[in-house]
């Protein structure tokens, strides 16, 4: 079953935050983030495994709660680059990532 | 950096015609896998391929789908008798193993499929 990402679009102005959530009815062994350019494949940016693990990577970071089956991918000060589909892929303990529906952010000047 | 490579980049079939996809993975990965992402659309697993066989397949991947390791390096995807619907773009990907920092999947640039 997939994991039910939430905002599906969000836009935003250079410098402003956005965050987005991944959220599994099943229990989670990992969380992945992808980031998916428009015609482009999706582009790994960062795992998390154990509950109440906390990534950081450049201005972009995530957080993972194992017990409420939940992860949320923060953007701060985003940048143009930033703009792109994001990705949540939830591994559950089986052999593959299911991918939630993904969030299209557009970071306008 | 190591990259999963694909080809074509680009395919156009007539509907009932067989399409071979082809990938090869990065080299000392073990697990192998494809995606498809019909336009706008979410990625979807297709199946996943351990140790010479597939170890799980979604409803996507039926009996018009197979998957092969002809040899040590191509891991390929066949669709028999192309649909209209399978129009889409079909990723491979792979990754190492089950120690930490091997889970990750990397993925190919995709090969996009158009049937017409």
């Known amino acids: 079953q997939q994991p039910v990402q939430s905002p599906q679009a969000v836009i935003l102005r250079e410098g402003e935050d956005a965050v987005i959530n991944c959220s599994s009815s099943?229990?989670?062994?990992?969380v992945h983030w992808y980031r998916q350019k428009h015609g482009e494949a999706p582009v790994f940016l960062m795992i998390l495994l154990k509950g109440g693990e906390q990534k950081g990577h450049d201005k972009i970071s995530a957080s993972f709660n194992e017990k409420k089956q939940q992860s949320s991918l923060y953007l701060t000060a985003s940048q143009l680059s930033y703009s792109g589909t994001y990705f949540c892929?939830?591994?559950?303990?089986?052999?593959?990532?299911?991918f939630g529906g993904g969030t299209r952010l557009m970071v306008k000047p | 950096e190591p990259e999963v490579t694909q080809t074509p980049s680009h395919q156009v079939t007539q509907m009932g015609q067989e399409v071979i996809l082809r990938c090869v993975p990065i080299?000392?990965?073990?697990?192998f896998y494809w995606y498809r992402q019909i336009l706008g659309q979410k990625v979807e697993f297709l199946v996943s391929f351990y140790n010479n066989e597939i170890s799980e397949k979604s409803e996507i991947f039926d009996d018009q789908f197979s998957v092969e390791r002809p040899d040590g390096s191509n891991f390929t995807l066949k669709i028999r008798s192309t649909k209209l619907e399978d129009s889409a773009m079909y990723f491979c990907?792979?990754?190492?193993?089950?120690?930490?920092?091997?889970?990750?999947?990397?993925f190919g640039a995709g090969s996009r499929l158009t049937v017409l």
């Open positions: 080299s000392n990965h073990l697990y």
């Open positions: 892929g939830t591994d559950n303990a089986g052999n593959m990532l299911t």
């Open positions: 099943k229990a989670l062994y990992s």
């Open positions: 990907a792979s990754r190492g193993g089950s120690s930490s920092g091997a889970n990750v999947l990397t």
